[in-house]
């Protein structure tokens, strides 16, 4: 067994960087070979047009990789800060870092792939609107980063927070429960913020009068998807700012660990939910422009009912973290 | 540390309370979604039917976030029963 | 950072029953309902063929919620319900705008103003159900499809309230918390009063909006 | 071809002429360690994107997503390799500022997204 703390410490940051590093960069390419496939289908549409094409793609990819670089800055900070912490919490806060991190860009990653490819793929059926189509995608990819930035923050109070003498026995669970909790539920709003980009960016190929209305769809939609993160953030500050009792039991620990598993993982499915529901509302905001408002309305409407279950899961962690 | 049956069967409720909200959630949640989506669709098309529309997005909504509930209702029975 | 869970109270001895109130919570809620009546008062003045801008806002506000109630449900029941529609969106609007303000804070911060307005949307709600159906359909409701599922129906019902409530709770806190922790962390003047319009306003009008429309979406559920 | 060269040409200057116009302000403020970490982190930035561009043409031989996506993979695990080099130098030299490097990983996308968004919607709307 290990009984150097140091050596614990080491392990876990080294495991919280490559599983921070592994998952974003994974989760930016299957974006970028999303946006790639889609480029290389409306090239072969309109071969004259290839220019153009590869240029959009060029600077989509640029943007979209932001999240990838976010984990690359966390990794790095993890491998090569020495700490010299003796605290075995040190340990925990790293690890929580790295996952907090590494899921945190996946969802972004994947997310602003789709409006790439689509924008890609409406400049070879609309060239003529080819500044408006950039402009609307890189501002979708743009909203798209904001998971993957609010689980940058977590990570980052994780790694500098100052430990102190906070007793080890729940709060170790409090700190891994954090990270997993932002992290986790961003995987679902940034996928559901890229949908939607995706589906404004082929709504604007298709009829590029109507820009105004879909833009404001799609940034109300998107704002909206990122509920579920906001909650993965709220359930996160709490648990990494709250003082617990020292307990030695094991049930204690596992009341904060599940807090956060039950917030990260939750947030997944609304998040999803909610991109596809703003994805069908931008779709036709664009070929019904008279039925704009009516559409934001029953989005808005569907998009809440659609948010219950993670309302759920955030009420089951506040009972779990403030009640047992 | 002193970790007893109790301790352990309490810890399991906990973690498992987390897990059956947590993993609950997913399916209901993409799935009322996709039933709005369908329902901007529809008014999208045919804007003048738009409250009967909502009404049945908001009923197939309500069944399918049964799951949901049924997620909830087990979580909170293993927080304050078990 | 540990401003951020405490909340000013003010505990009472009422016959042996200690009564805890938010003094905070209170003190927001009359400022908002004192600017509320202040708005109503300005709007209704001078009511003229060339209104002034609180004239404008009023009329702006009033026509849209009548559209809204008239769709859902129908001409008889919508002129009974608007002004509770058109009322709690105002209110809700002004309370989550109302953290903008320095040294002034959200009422709907704490759980227990969604909470109370949430349980007073179920209460109308099923109040217009039993009035609309009668008891009988009402209570039949309830057991379909099959009988055996009566008491998920129920916990479906309860849920709703949950699920409205906690939903503008979890947002417009979370909106605070982000706002606080990212002012302790940067001291940027551009930075946390970015955060703040967007939390405050864009958020803020969203949530409101999503309630209004969600109560009336519950009370015409119950109604047809 | 030609586009891609126009484009990296464009936001590459763009981005170097505020690298050094942030490293002056920085350098009035006092704050000479985050203008130098500004100016190497956005040179890497600069390589990074450069290296994108030239990768670009190579994706298109890839048919489907899956392939495209594993391609995608290898050239971002090379480009990471790329930007992991000044946040390592600034970590260990300690007159060279770790957040500046940072900041200044990212000043193409806000080359980019400065002259998409702003400029461009100002360019729409003087039109409209």
């Known amino acids: 067994m290990f009984t150097d703390v140091a050596t614990i410490i080491k392990l876990a940051s080294f495991g919280g960087a490559g599983i921070c590093i592994g998952l974003g960069a994974i989760g930016a390419a299957v974006g970028e070979g999303y946006t790639a496939g889609m480029a290389n289908l409306s090239i072969s549409h309109k071969p004259e047009r290839s220019g153009d094409i590869m240029k959009n793609m060029l600077v989509g990819q640029a943007v979209a990789e932001s999240a990838g670089i976010f984990a690359l800055v966390i990794a790095i900070v993890l491998i090569f800060m020495d700490a010299s912490s003796t605290n075995l919490l040190t340990a925990a806060a790293l690890f929580g870092a790295g996952i907090c991190m590494g899921f945190g860009a996946i969802g972004s990653g994947i997310g602003s792939g789709y409006p790439g490819g689509e924008a890609c793929l409406g400049l070879s059926r609309q060239p003529s609107v080819s500044n408006r189509l950039m402009t609307n995608m890189l501002i979708g990819s743009a909203v798209c980063q904001t998971p993957a930035i609010f689980s940058m923050v977590v990570s980052l109070m994780l790694i500098f927070k100052n430990i102190g003498d906070l007793p080890l026995a729940p709060t170790w669970a409090a700190l891994l429960g954090a990270g997993i909790s932002t992290g986790v539920a961003a995987i679902g709003s940034g996928m559901g913020g890229g949908m939607t980009a995706g589906a404004s960016c082929e709504s604007i190929a298709r009829n590029p009068e109507t820009l105004g209305r879909v833009t404001t769809t799609m940034l109300v939609g998107q704002a909206v998807s990122q509920t579920p993160s906001i909650f993965g953030l709220l359930v996160s500050f709490i648990l990494m700012f709250k003082t617990f009792p020292e307990s030695s039991t094991l049930s204690a620990a596992m009341a904060l660990l599940g807090a956060g598993i039950c917030m990260g993982f939750g947030g997944i499915g609304p998040g999803i939910g909610n991109g596809m529901t703003a994805q069908g509302a931008v779709k036709w905001v664009s070929r019904n422009i008279e039925a704009a408002g009516e559409l934001m309305r029953t989005m808005l409407v569907g998009q809440a009912v659609s948010q219950s279950t993670a309302i759920y899961a955030m009420v089951i962690s506040l009972v779990l973290v403030f009640v047992v | 540390m002193a970790i007893e049956g109790a301790d352990i069967v309490k810890a399991a409720a906990f973690i498992g309370a987390g897990l059956a909200m947590g993993f609950g959630a997913i399916g209901p949640g993409v799935g009322e979604g996709f039933a709005a989506g369908k329902a901007c669709e529809a008014i999208g098309k045919k804007p003048e039917e738009a409250g009967l529309l909502t009404r049945t997005m908001l009923v197939g909504q309500a069944v399918s976030e049964s799951t949901g509930i049924y997620s909830l209702v087990i979580a909170l029975l293993l927080l304050f029963v078990v | ?224 | 071809m030609e586009e891609i060269k126009q484009t990296q040409k464009k936001y590459c200057s763009q981005a170097m002429f505020f690298a050094i116009a942030m490293f002056i302000v920085f350098l009035l403020l006092g704050e000479k360690a985050i203008g130098k970490g500004f100016l190497l982190g956005t040179l890497f930035s600069v390589i990074n994107f450069v290296v994108m561009g030239q990768l670009m043409p190579l994706y298109l031989g890839k048919k489907t997503h899956s392939k495209a996506s594993a391609f995608a993979l290898v050239s971002i695990l090379l480009r990471f390799a790329i930007l992991a080099v000044p946040l390592v130098i600034s970590l260990k030299i300690s007159s060279i500022h770790f957040i500046g490097v940072v900041i200044g990983l990212f000043t193409v996308q806000l080359a980019i997204l400065f002259d998409q968004i702003i400029i461009n919607r100002l360019h729409i709307m003087r039109k409209a």
């Open chain 3, 1 to 224: 950072m540990d401003e951020l869970t405490e909340i000013p109270q003010m505990t009472l001895e009422f016959f042996g029953i200690n009564l805890v109130f938010n003094t905070q919570t209170i003190l927001m809620t009359w400022v908002v309902m004192a600017a509320l009546i202040g708005f109503g008062f300005l709007a209704t003045k001078k009511i003229g063929f060339l209104p002034n801008p609180f004239q404008v806002v009023g009329e702006l506000l009033v026509t849209v919620f009548q559209g809204l109630t008239l769709d859902a449900l129908g001409e008889d029941l919508a002129k009974k319900y608007f002004p509770l529609i058109c009322g709690l969106f105002m209110f809700l609007l002004l309370s989550n705008w109302l953290g903008i303000i320095p040294e002034l804070s959200e009422p709907t911060k704490d759980l227990n103003t969604p909470l109370g307005l949430g349980i007073m949307g179920f209460c109308i709600a099923h109040y217009s159900g039993i009035k609309a159906k009668g008891f009988k359909a009402y209570v039949k409701g309830y057991t379909e499809p099959i009988i055996f599922l009566a008491p998920l129906n129920v916990i479906g019902e309860i849920s709703k309230v949950i699920s409205i409530s906690f939903r503008l709770f979890g947002n417009i806190m979370g909106g605070a918390i982000i706002i606080l922790v990212v002012s302790h962390l940067v001291y940027s003047l551009i930075l946390p009063p970015a955060l703040n319009l967007f939390f405050g306003l864009f958020v803020g009008t969203i949530q409101a909006f999503v309630f209004t429309m969600l109560t009336l979406v519950y009370i015409s559920v119950q109604v047809n």
